[in-house]
């Protein structure tokens, strides 16, 4: 699935924008606002992680995710490791 795919899902599962509310107005959502906040939030964060491994996989780069708790982590783009060099495709995929 590509980045602009994912959008679109997001944008059917959540078509209000949920996301776009304060944290205030979004703790107080009943269980069917609430799976359409999460899921809306789900797809874009994978349509975010997508691009980000397409645009490291054409720098034919590394990336590296460094978790900072349950829900946050760090990344950086780094130099391919030998051991994982050897594993890319010929072909630049």
């Known amino acids: 699935m590509t980045p602009q795919y994912l959008i679109e899902l ?23 606002k609430r799976r359409q906040l999460d899921t ?3 797809l874009r964060r994978a349509a975010s992680h997508q691009q980000r491994l397409l645009e490291v996989l054409a720098e034919r780069k590394s990336l590296l995710l460094t978790p900072l708790s349950t829900c946050g982590l760090a990344s950086a ?9 050897r594993l890319r495709r010929t072909d630049g995929l």
Not at 10 to 23: I, S
Not at 77 to 85: E, G, I, K, L, R
Request: hydrophobic share 45%; net charge negative; proline share 9%.
């Open 10 to 32: 997001a944008g059917l599962a959540d078509p209000d924008e949920l996301w776009r509310l304060g944290w205030e107005a979004q703790r107080d959502f009943p269980a069917d």
């Open 40 to 42: 809306g939030v789900a």
């Open 77 to 85: 783009t780094v130099a391919t490791p030998a051991q994982h060099a």
